[in-house]
């Protein structure tokens, strides 16, 4: 693969992504199936990059842009969730799914078999947070998928690694496979959280929103390949960086924090495309290699594959509503008893449960959980890193029959729960009324607290002017901002009783503002350039000019899009 091929596929991916949300479909699976189609085209090259470079390369700035935007508070309020599917549960699936190939594939021993799970066991981040947003899944459920997606990779790479090692006769830094986890995991927060830290100190001496959004840029990378150089989790180290940089943006400045959201957005845009669409083109290739190249019995291999993908898509489920039965049993065997012991353990247990909201209890809540483990390309990428040959010089037993596996689980669960998962939303409603009402209050609240200190900074810089302002002249404008506001208000229902409502009022009105300022600022626009044609204004002008209009509408464009 050259570098001419590589661009062309990103250019294909992102005008198929375009056109997908054009059409109101959802863009990563449309993208997947266009390169799967494409890759039975005669004479298509094969587009093959080394698993380092999807893991060092393609999967860093992924992970750090999803932490950057990830509440911290809300990660610690969803930790019990987050760590029972980001680690038990894909531990779970990697034993499980090792027990099932070792029964399907007979030449697969059970350590290959384990290496098969543990490359299945993780859903996919990126999967995750792109079919979920563009769903509109509640927001309680992104934030555990979202949590779970983030940290589930360190689990899966770190057992990854033992099962490779254990196969082929290497070795880890640390021979025992728990301290093996404990020292990724702890070298990989530390390297995170302590790089963090630096970046935040340069940042905040550097001044200059370039400087600081290019520093920014470099952080995943340094963070993923200086943890591994220390045998550390790459992946943790990303994450753990990104949210403390996350948590701590809002002490940039605002020129720093537009340059960095335009930046990852479109970063997160690239990459997505050229994910799913990478995905998509291995296929023709991939079965050409098990069946070609290796000559595999297609029954066997078939088979094998299926019931894979059969335990990956019913263990998931088996584990949600299992342990949510446990535990409904266990709270009402402590209500029943209510002994002074078991009632304090029974009143910490609905208090920790009342933090992340009676809705994480209901059952379809757990049922759209069960349903969002789509693989994706930290699958393939691990796939693709297991190793030819054994130590000893021998082939890694059953690796064709385990890349293959891992697409056939990567694609199916991507079109089979993706295509599906729409209709799951629509029918079980699990945003319900609740979470729509508690957002309009804090939304309410929010108002309210901004506009009473905006009164009071206007109040104190009345009270004490800045040396040089017009004193007349502040509370002149002082004055319109307050009647501009007021008008707003009156413009808005009186009844304070329906907050949907009145939300959907106060939506309305924003859209007018909205619409009226920037056709204001496109008539300025074709006004000043009508001029400069005319001969009536230097072009030198009229760039300085349209600068200008340029800030005031992406300013308007920003400030109304917050409040829709």
Same mark, same amino acid.
């Given at each position: 693969?050259?570098?001419?091929?590589?661009?062309?596929?990103?250019?294909?991916?992102?005008?198929?992504?375009?056109?997908?949300?054009?059409?109101?479909?959802?863009?990563?699976?449309?993208?997947?199936?266009?390169?799967?189609?494409?890759?039975?085209?005669?004479?298509?090259?094969?587009?093959?990059?080394?698993?380092?470079?999807?893991?060092?390369?393609?999967?860093?700035?992924?992970?750090?842009?999803?932490?950057?935007?990830? @509440?911290?508070?809300?990660?610690?309020?969803?930790?019990?969730?987050? &760590?029972? &599917?980001?680690?038990? &549960?894909? /531990?779970?699936?990697?034993?499980?799914?090792?027990?099932?190939?070792?029964?399907?594939?007979?030449? %697969?021993?059970?350590?290959?078999?384990?290496?098969?799970?543990?490359?299945?066991?993780?859903?996919?981040?990126?999967?995750?947070?792109?079919?979920? =947003?563009?769903?509109?899944?509640?927001?309680?459920?992104?934030?555990?998928?979202?949590?779970?997606?983030?940290?589930?990779?360190?689990?899966?790479?770190? *057992?990854?690694?033992?099962?490779?090692? #254990?196969?082929?006769?290497?070795?880890?830094?640390?021979?025992?496979?728990?301290?093996?986890?404990?020292?990724?995991?702890?070298?990989?927060?530390?390297?995170?959280?302590?790089?963090?830290?630096?970046?935040?100190?340069?940042?905040?001496?550097?001044?200059?929103?370039?400087?600081? !959004?290019?520093?920014?840029?470099?952080?995943?990378?340094?963070?993923? *390949?200086?943890?591994?150089?220390?045998?550390? @989790?790459?992946?943790?180290?990303?994450?753990?960086?990104?949210?403390?940089?996350?948590?701590?943006?809002?002490?940039?400045?605002?020129?720093?924090?537009?340059?960095?959201?335009?930046?990852?957005?479109?970063?997160?845009?690239? *990459?997505?495309?050229?994910?799913?669409?990478?995905?998509?083109?291995?296929?023709?290739?991939?079965?050409?290699?098990? +069946?070609?190249?290796?000559?595999?019995?297609?029954?066997?291999?078939?088979?094998?594959?299926?019931?894979?993908?059969?335990?990956?898509?019913?263990?998931?489920?088996? +584990?949600?509503?299992? +342990?949510?039965?446990?535990?409904?049993?266990?709270?009402?065997?402590?209500?029943?008893?209510?002994?002074?012991?078991?009632?304090?353990?029974?009143?910490?247990?609905?208090?920790?449960?009342?933090?992340?909201?009676?809705?994480?209890? !209901?059952?379809?809540?757990?049922?759209?959980?069960?349903?969002?483990?789509?693989?994706?390309?930290?699958?393939?990428?691990?796939?693709?890193?297991?190793? #030819?040959?054994?130590?000893?010089?021998?082939?890694?037993?059953?690796?064709?029959? &385990?890349?293959?596996?891992?697409?056939?689980?990567?694609?199916?669960?991507?079109?089979?729960?993706?295509? !599906?998962?729409?209709?799951?939303?629509? =029918?079980?409603?699990?945003?319900?009324?609740?979470?729509?009402?508690?957002?309009?209050?804090?939304? !309410?609240?929010?108002?309210?607290?901004?506009? #009473?200190?905006?009164?009071?900074?206007?109040?104190?810089?009345?009270?004490?002017?800045?040396?040089?302002?017009?004193?007349?002249?502040?509370?002149?404008?002082?004055?319109?901002?307050?009647?501009?506001?007021?008008? =707003?208000?009156?413009?808005?229902?009186?009844?304070?009783?329906?907050?949907?409502?009145?939300?959907?009022?106060?939506?309305?009105?924003?859209?007018?503002?909205?619409? /009226?300022?920037?056709?204001?600022?496109?008539?300025?626009?074709?006004?000043?350039?009508?001029?400069?044609?005319?001969?009536? /204004?230097?072009?030198?002008?009229?760039?300085?000019?349209?600068?200008?209009?340029?800030?005031?509408?992406?300013?308007?464009?920003?400030?109304?899009?917050?409040? %829709?």
């Amino acid at each position: 693969m050259n570098g001419v091929q590589l661009l062309l596929v990103v250019i294909a991916a992102i005008a198929v992504t375009g056109l997908a949300h054009r059409r109101g479909l959802q863009p990563p699976l449309v993208v997947l199936v266009v390169g799967l189609a494409a890759s039975y085209i005669p004479g298509m090259p094969r587009l093959e990059l080394d698993a380092h470079i999807i893991l060092g390369i393609v999967l860093p700035p992924l992970l750090y842009s999803t932490a950057l935007d990830f @509440s911290v508070p809300s990660f610690v309020q969803n930790i019990q969730p987050i &760590l029972r &599917l980001g680690v038990v &549960l894909v /531990l779970v699936t990697a034993f499980a799914v090792g027990g099932v190939a070792f029964w399907a594939v007979p030449e %697969m021993t059970f350590g290959a078999a384990l290496v098969l799970g543990a490359v299945v066991g993780p859903p996919d981040a990126v999967t995750a947070v792109a079919i979920g =947003r563009s769903l509109g899944v509640p927001s309680r459920v992104m934030t555990i998928l979202t949590g779970e997606s983030l940290i589930n990779d360190a689990a899966a790479l770190t *057992l990854f690694s033992v099962g490779v090692a #254990a196969v082929t006769g290497s070795h880890t830094v640390v021979d025992n496979p728990v301290l093996f986890f404990v020292y990724t995991s702890v070298v990989g927060t530390l390297v995170g959280l302590v790089l963090a830290v630096v970046v935040l100190w340069i940042r905040k001496r550097l001044h200059d929103p370039g400087l600081e !959004t290019v520093l920014g840029l470099v952080v995943p990378f340094s963070a993923y *390949l200086l943890a591994e150089e220390l045998h550390g @989790s790459g992946v943790l180290a990303v994450v753990m960086a990104g949210f403390w940089v996350g948590h701590n943006s809002t002490k940039a400045g605002y020129a720093t924090r537009l340059q960095e959201r335009q930046l990852w957005r479109s970063i997160d845009a690239l *990459l997505e495309a050229f994910v799913f669409a990478y995905m998509g083109l291995q296929m023709s290739f991939i079965i050409d290699d098990v +069946f070609g190249t290796h000559h595999e019995p297609v029954g066997t291999v078939l088979l094998a594959s299926l019931l894979v993908l059969l335990t990956v898509m019913v263990i998931r489920p088996v +584990f949600i509503f299992a +342990f949510a039965s446990v535990k409904s049993m266990v709270r009402q065997r402590l209500n029943t008893q209510p002994a002074p012991e078991n009632a304090k353990i029974a009143a910490g247990l609905r208090t920790a449960t009342d933090k992340v909201g009676p809705r994480g209890a !209901t059952w379809q809540t757990n049922a759209l959980l069960s349903w969002t483990g789509m693989r994706g390309v930290v699958t393939l990428a691990a796939a693709a890193g297991v190793p #030819a040959l054994t130590e000893s010089g021998q082939e890694f037993p059953g690796r064709s029959v &385990l890349q293959f596996t891992a697409f056939v689980v990567a694609v199916g669960t991507l079109l089979i729960q993706g295509l !599906t998962l729409p209709i799951l939303v629509k =029918r079980l409603d699990v945003s319900g009324e609740v979470e729509h009402t508690k957002e309009m209050q804090e939304r !309410t609240y929010a108002r309210e607290v901004a506009r #009473a200190a905006s009164r009071k900074a206007v109040q104190d810089t009345l009270a004490d002017p800045p040396d040089g302002c017009d004193p007349a002249l502040l509370a002149g404008i002082a004055e319109r901002f307050r009647h501009a506001q007021e008008t =707003r208000e009156d413009l808005l229902p009186e009844d304070e009783d329906d907050p949907a409502q009145r939300e959907l009022a106060r939506k309305d009105l924003t859209r007018a503002v909205k619409v /009226l300022r920037q056709r204001m600022l496109t008539a300025q626009r074709e006004a000043l350039i009508a001029e400069r044609d005319a001969g009536n /204004l230097e072009d030198e002008v009229l760039r300085d000019l349209l600068e200008q209009l340029d800030y005031e509408e992406a300013a308007t464009a920003g400030t109304y899009a917050a409040r %829709m």
